[in-house]
């Protein structure tokens, strides 16, 4: 046990009564909760897409730079939903599996939580999508344009399952920032826990249904040529299994048999 941050069983027991928390939080304050959290995600992807969506001459001369860029911006998101106080539909993946595991909650708790923080989370990335994106201009006109609406197509040009092991490795990873967050017993540290895997999973162009319910339709209302058919079946679907694959498998199910207390 460290003096500096928590230790893995001292996150999990944390992480699991954040489960709890979560599961017995009255609904219109739960609702709030997840629409900030979509709302602070959208954010962090309107960030990024002004960074790395201005550097076009660098972008063909050295892709990777521009990509890090976008990687090493992309996580205040989390860091505001970790911070501030907010819900977030992929962290709850991982999150109430805890609780269940432990027997303190059902699986029927687990799936109301799930979609309620889905639904509410898709209300906040649109309201930053549609009025601070795009009715705000900043992302009707180049270079900004043009690089949103590139990386969107290149989303649902994938095949599914594709799309459903980037989706896998971006929970994977946004879990464990939710994690490493839980390590730290200041800002600081819960801020630089969260930001290394998730400027990981952003660099590596992995798919985060959260995330991509602002990328998509952002660029859908600045005039893409991308049906929502398309973000639903090509990106959304394969990128939210992949997503509880990951985030409710290898980050819930593994650190609650690793740490967690055997339930009686």
Known sequence: MSEGYNSPKEIAKAFCEFGIYKSETKFVKFAILAMLGGAFIALGGLLSVMVAGGMPTTYIENPGVVKFVAGALFPVGLIMVSVAGADLFTSDCAGMVFPVMQKKKTINDLIRIWVLSYV??????????????????????????????????????????????????????????????????????????????????????????????????????????????????????????????????????????LYLEKSK
């Open 120 to 257: 509410f989370n898709f209300i906040g990335t649109q309201f930053i999508a549609y009025y601070m994106a795009t009715e705000t201009g900043l992302i009707t006109h180049n270079p900004w344009q043009s690089y949103l609406h590139g990386y969107a197509s290149a989303k649902v040009s994938q095949d599914f399952y594709t799309v459903l092991i980037k989706g896998i490795g971006a929970n994977w990873l946004v879990c464990l920032g939710t994690w490493m967050g839980f390590a730290g017993k200041d800002i600081t540290g819960k801020a630089l826990g969260t930001w290394i895997p998730v400027m990981l999973f952003v660099t590596l162009g992995f798919e985060h249904s959260i995330a991509n319910m602002f990328f998509i339709p952002a660029a859908i209302y600045s005039g893409a040529d991308i049906t929502w058919a398309e973000f639903i079946y090509q990106n959304l679907i394969p990128a939210t299994i992949g997503n509880i694959i990951g985030g409710a498998g290898l980050v819930g199910m593994v650190y609650g048999y």
